[in-house]
Structures are given as C-alpha cells and as structure tokens.
C-alpha cells in the first residue's frame, strides 16, 4: 500500500521558499528599525541623565571640572558616546553597543567601562553601578517583541 500526493507541490515548495525570504527580509528591516530606535533611546539617556543614577563622588566631579571634562554621568569625553552603534549581521541577529577596540587617551578600553557601569550592584568598590542598558532594554523588550510577532502574522496571514 502506498501514499500518492496529489496537486501542485512543486508550486507549494516555491510559495513557501518565498515565504520564508520575505519574512526573513521583513523581519531584518523590523530589527534594523529597532536597533536603530534602541539606539537612539540610549543616547537620549545619556543626554538627558534621566536614568536615576548616584551623583558622582564631589571628589570625582572636581577633578572631571578641573581637567575640563564633562560633568555628565558616563560621560568625561565623548568617546564612548560617539561609539555607541548597532551592528547587524544578518536578517535575524543585532545589537546595540559600544565599538570594540576604542580606547580613551589613557588606553581604557571603552568596553569595559560600560560594563563596569552595568554592574549588577553597587558592590562598594571604586566605582557605583550606573545602568544604561539594561534600563533600556527593558523599556523597548516589549515593543519590540510586539513588533517583530506583528511582522510574523501578517506573513502567516496573507
């Protein structure tokens, strides 16, 4: 006894590869905006120092006034500012971060400084956590999440 399939299968397989290359390409623009607006919401916080961080240590602040840095929270130089950036590698994969391999003029790597700041606690050593990220990630997770299921069914729909 066997199985015959009958109809257009060929047609099928076709309507179906075209499926997935169009929701692979909607999908990647649906996270390319995100990143995007990920990024933006980052900067704007940075500006706007709206995060609900500790002040700096008066001692801190004094020597950031006197070498002429900015006062600002995570901010002495713009450097890591100007390397905040999103990276997409594919259709279903990116981020948003700070470039790897920038250094300050003291040879800090600016990687590693966010990541200080993104500490779980403040574990009382020398420097407090001051969250960015995080912070952010939960005000968009949900958006996004919404976004990119909304791309998902009108593929599944049309």
Excluded: C
């Amino acid at each position: 006894m066997g199985v015959s399939f009958t109809g257009d299968w060929d047609r099928l397989s076709r309507n179906l590869d075209n499926m997935a290359r169009r929701f692979k390409s909607d999908v990647g623009k649906r996270i390319g905006k995100n990143l995007m607006k990920i990024e933006r919401k980052i900067l704007d916080h940075m500006d706007k120092q709206d995060l609900g961080w500790d002040e700096l240590d008066p001692e801190y602040a004094a020597r950031k006034e006197k070498a002429g840095l900015d006062p600002d929270t995570l901010r002495a130089t713009n450097t890591m500012y100007e390397n905040i950036t999103t990276d997409q590698p594919n259709e279903l994969e990116g981020s948003v971060g700070v470039k790897r391999g920038v250094k300050t003029k003291d040879g800090e790597e600016i990687t590693d400084i966010a990541i200080i700041h993104e500490q779980p606690d403040n574990d009382g050593t020398k420097i407090p956590a001051r969250k960015l990220w995080e912070p952010t990630w939960n005000e968009v997770k949900d958006d996004v999440a919404s976004d990119i299921m909304g791309v998902t069914i009108r593929t599944f729909k049309k």
